[in-house]
């Protein structure tokens, strides 16, 4: 399992894949996305010189050996019996994107680069992906529209979970600030049914006070030796990395519904 939508862009040998996605990433990066490369190559794989530390390391039988200097690193780690599905469980969870160049046979979602001219018009997907013909002067053009689109609706298919800070302690007011009531109802009720409204699931990150209607919601503890806020909201990511999270205080008396429906938006 992923959090990145997943891509790939796939054709025969000399059909460009490598020039496209070249052109793809700064027109993604200027967008503002993270952006990850999953490439499969035929012969054998070289990322180290026979001879330096960290392919001695390697040869060694070490699982994982990580090399870096004050501007990049690099990776290296045994591919023996891991298919694609290993590789991609391996990125960063942070990329927005994972394009996976080459793995043809593999069926998944993406681009076809197409090269033959005898093959416009006959066939428009190969193995699931779109078939786009290299020839056509926006085809990279073409590509990046496609690509931002299957982008929105990877994240439109995400299940939105809210999750509501309660862990402060609230010294200087001398009370809970969940417990402040407004209009008939603590500042927690008013937090937690706006959020419900705009979610799937509304979840409580934190150990502080609840009023007696919320003492059967779900909550979820603080990471240890992590602290103020960001203890409720590692413990959110962590417990549903799949999910899109919300985050909220509870001392926003005038939350409303409209604003968090801007911001998911």
């Given at each position: 399992m992923t959090t990145a939508c997943v891509l790939g862009i796939s054709g025969y040998s000399g059909s460009g894949k490598t020039t496209l996605i070249e052109k793809l990433i700064p027109e993604l990066k200027r967008q503002g996305?993270?952006?990850?490369?999953?490439?499969?190559?035929?012969?054998?794989?070289?990322?180290?010189?026979?001879?330096?530390?960290?392919?001695?390391?390697?040869?060694?039988?070490?699982?994982?050996?990580?090399?870096?200097?004050?501007?990049?690193?690099?990776?290296?780690?045994?591919a023996e019996g891991r298919n694609l599905q290993d590789a991609l469980r391996g990125l960063p969870s942070a990329l927005d994107l994972i394009i996976v160049e080459g793995h043809k046979d593999i069926p998944m979602d993406g681009i076809?680069?197409?090269?033959?001219?005898?093959?416009?018009?006959?066939?428009?997907?190969?193995?699931?992906?779109?078939?786009?013909?290299?020839?056509?002067?926006?085809?990279?053009?073409?590509?990046l529209a496609f690509t931002v689109n299957r982008l929105r609706e990877f994240h439109d298919r995400r299940r939105i979970n809210a999750g509501i800070l309660v862990g402060g302690k609230s010294s200087r007011m001398g009370r809970s600030k969940a417990l402040?009531?407004?209009?008939?109802?603590?500042?927690?009720?008013?937090?937690?049914?706006?959020?419900?409204?705009?979610?799937?699931?509304?979840?409580?990150?934190?150990?502080?006070?609840?009023?007696?209607?919320?003492?059967?919601?779900?909550?979820?503890?603080?990471?240890?030796?992590?602290?103020?806020?960001?203890?409720g909201m590692l413990s959110a990511f962590r417990w549903a990395p799949d999910r899109a999270w919300i985050i909220s205080s509870v001392d926003m008396p005038l939350m409303h519904r409209e604003a968090w429906e801007w911001l998911l938006e």
């Open positions: 996305f993270l952006v990850g490369i999953v490439k499969h190559v035929h012969h054998e794989l070289s990322v180290d010189i026979s001879g330096k530390d960290t392919d001695k390391f390697f040869r060694a039988g070490a699982d994982y050996v990580y090399a870096h200097d004050e501007k990049t690193g690099f990776a290296r780690m045994g076809w680069l197409e090269t033959s001219p005898e093959a416009r018009d006959l066939r428009s997907s190969v193995n699931g992906r779109k078939v786009i013909h290299r020839e056509a002067r926006d085809y990279v053009e073409q590509t402040l009531s407004l209009n008939g109802e603590t500042l927690l009720e008013k937090t937690c049914r706006t959020l419900s409204t705009v979610s799937d699931a509304a979840l409580l990150l934190g150990s502080g006070d609840l009023p007696e209607s919320l003492m059967d919601m779900e909550r979820l503890p603080d990471v240890p030796d992590v602290v103020g806020p960001l203890a």
